[in-house]
């Protein structure tokens, strides 16, 4: 990994989000002056508000929790440590290591820790450990949370269900081409190299399928203490019943590719059962679309009519000849299966 790739990231944060982190810090900087006038300057407070203005109010909520916890308990031990054993330089290396230690033994979160860890040293370096300066500095921090978290609740809270809908759309546009590309391997012979590629690009649903989730995980996440959160939440359960379902269909699908890969042979594209197999694949490439296009505000591709699902139409099955018969049974079964998910008929 390259120097440049570990302190750049592909895309700029959001504005706004800069925004919100500069205010937030000014904010507590200049409150916590007037809350406390005769103390040093607010460095505990304008950190506070840097790192509690997160992407989401859920996030901004535990980062104040954690960095409060962090900061107060760093401080008692600072501030024990100090008035035990003096302030030599020695004893911050013992505050240090007592903090760690202390904060692995009551199973804290490694934010937390190193927020411990950070607090026990500013404390004994910046000011002399007495109960006042400690006291103080714990009430700075609380400032500067409450504000980071007030500033990111009240400025846009953001609301990440979009990007949601975009990695669901693109799963379920990918899981219909897949569809349509193995229907079409069906009807005529495929070279060895043609099986492959349809095999490997079949493979790469699978991390369309964990982007999809993190994605919906991200958006939940966007709305939990959202007060813009109420309206999107029905929208982000169906989109989430729907990548369920999809999650299902991309096993199914992914199935039927391996089994043609393995048990796939030239005259496999002259048997009836396997062109009526292609067709009904297209068909349920038309349904998933169609669910998609049915999910609100979806950008799946507008040339799918608003017409009935394509599998509702019975399909006769062709009795196989030779060994076929293995392979066309398994897709057939996938088919079913794939069939109950789009439809909504398990049974």
Do not use: C
Not at 50 to 76: C, D, T, Y
Not at 245 to 257: C, E, I, K, N
């Amino acid at each position: 990994m390259s120097v440049i790739s570990a302190v750049r990231a592909q895309r700029r944060s959001p504005l706004l989000q800069v925004v919100k982190s500069s205010v937030a810090t000014l904010a507590a900087w200049f409150l916590s002056v007037l809350a406390i006038p005769d103390g040093p300057a607010p460095v505990f407070a304008a950190i506070a508000a840097l790192l509690v203005v997160q992407p989401s109010v859920n996030q901004s909520m535990l980062k104040a929790v954690e960095r409060s916890i962090g900061v107060l308990v760093g401080v008692v031990v600072a501030s024990a440590l100090g008035l035990l054993l003096g302030e030599a330089s020695w004893v911050l290396m013992v505050a240090i290591v007592v903090s760690l230690v202390g904060a692995w033994a009551l199973k804290m979160t490694p934010g937390t820790t190193n927020q411990v860890g950070i607090s026990a040293l500013l404390i004994l370096t910046l000011g002399a450990a007495t109960p006042d300066y400690a006291v103080a500095r714990v009430v700075e921090t609380m400032i500067g949370a409450a504000i980071g978290f007030v500033v990111n609740l009240v400025l846009v809270p953001p609301v990440a269900v979009g990007p949601a809908h975009r990695a669901l759309d693109a799963l379920g546009d990918e899981v219909a081409a897949t569809m349509e590309r193995l229907a079409s391997a069906l009807e005529a012979p495929q070279s060895p190299a043609a099986r492959e590629e349809l095999l490997l690009t079949a493979r790469l649903l699978r991390p369309m399928r964990v982007s999809a989730e993190t994605a919906i995980d991200d958006a939940a996440d966007s709305l939990t203490l959202n007060p813009r959160g109420r309206r999107h939440r029905r929208e982000l359960t169906d989109v989430r019943d729907l990548l369920n379902r999809l999650s299902s269909v991309v096993t199914q699908v992914l199935g039927m590719t391996r089994a043609y890969y393995d048990r796939y042979d030239d005259d496999l594209a002259s048997e009836a059962a396997v062109i009526g197999i292609a067709e009904q694949l297209r068909r349920a490439a038309h349904d998933v679309r169609l669910e998609l296009r049915r999910t609100p505000t979806t950008k799946a591709d507008p040339t799918v009519t608003e017409t009935l699902p394509a599998l509702t139409r019975p399909y006769t099955v062709v009795a196989p000849t030779g060994d076929h018969w293995i392979l066309i049974g398994a897709l057939l079964e996938d088919l079913r299966r794939i069939h109950g998910e789009v439809s909504g008929d398990e049974a």
